[in-house]
């Protein structure tokens, strides 16, 4: 999986691509933890994502409680039919931003 990270300001757009699964959900929490800094606005662009699985999904869940104890935003953008089946089975529209 490649990660791609760009920060403006307080505004952290994270860009993984392919598999966000047990293998790789450890490598996108360690790369976003050392990114973070003062980050108030987190933004995924799942454009390239293939398949998120439970693992994905507690990682976006503790950024997401991040961002809470922040009193920040984050956002899913441009996931694709695949993993919003699994957000809704998740029950993590009710959670998470996404558009």
């Not at 933890?33 to 503790?62: H, P, Q, W």
């Not at 935003?73 to 529209?93: C, I, S, Y």
Request: net charge negative; glycine share 6%; no cysteine.
């Amino acid at each position: 999986m490649t990660i791609n990270l760009e920060k403006n300001g307080t505004t952290l757009t994270v860009k993984p691509e392919g598999r966000v699964a047990t293998n790789t959900a450890p490598i996108l929490a360690d790369k976003l933890n050392e990114a973070l800094g003062d980050t108030t606005n987190l933004v995924f662009d799942f454009s390239d994502v293939e398949y998120i699985s439970s693992a994905g999904l507690r990682v976006l869940l503790a950024m997401q409680q991040k961002m809470d104890e922040r009193a920040g935003a984050m956002k899913v953008l441009n996931a694709n039919e695949a993993v919003m089946q699994v957000f809704d089975m998740a029950g993590f529209f009710a959670i998470l931003d996404v558009e």
